[in-house]
């Protein structure tokens, strides 16, 4: 039940919007999002890196007209990770991961 209700408030705000408002604030951080859009029967893999309060999608086109949302379609996420900018091939960049999708909207989650 409270799953139900978490999903329905989510459907409230638009949560990738909301986390790239976050992202804007802090220059040095690259949240990564995964889950997927189910089409019909059949799930495609969805990512969407958030960078300096833009998105961009490495599997599917986005919308960039800032008054849609960036995902039309019907998607899930199911996994954020939250990386240290720039990305380096030598160091690890990896901050913290969760599967909330509230956790990251809390901007004190993002240091």
């Known amino acids: 039940m409270e799953e139900t209700l978490a999903t329905q408030k989510m459907e409230k705000i638009d949560l990738i919007n909301s986390l790239e408002k976050i992202s804007s604030e802090i220059s040095d951080r ?18 969407i890196l958030i960078f300096r309060g833009f998105s ?27 990386y240290k900018a720039p990305l380096t091939e030598t160091e690890k960049n990896l901050i913290r991961e969760n599967q909330n999708s509230v956790f990251f909207l809390n901007q004190k989650n993002w240091i």
């Not at 599997?59 to 990770?81: M, R, S």
């Open 30 to 47: 690259i949240l990564k999002l995964e889950g997927f859009i189910q089409k019909e029967t059949q799930k495609e893999q969805l990512e």
């Open 56 to 82: 961009s999608s490495t599997t599917h086109p986005i919308e960039i007209d800032l008054e849609k949302k960036v995902i039309a379609l019907n998607y899930i996420i199911t996994d954020f990770k939250l």
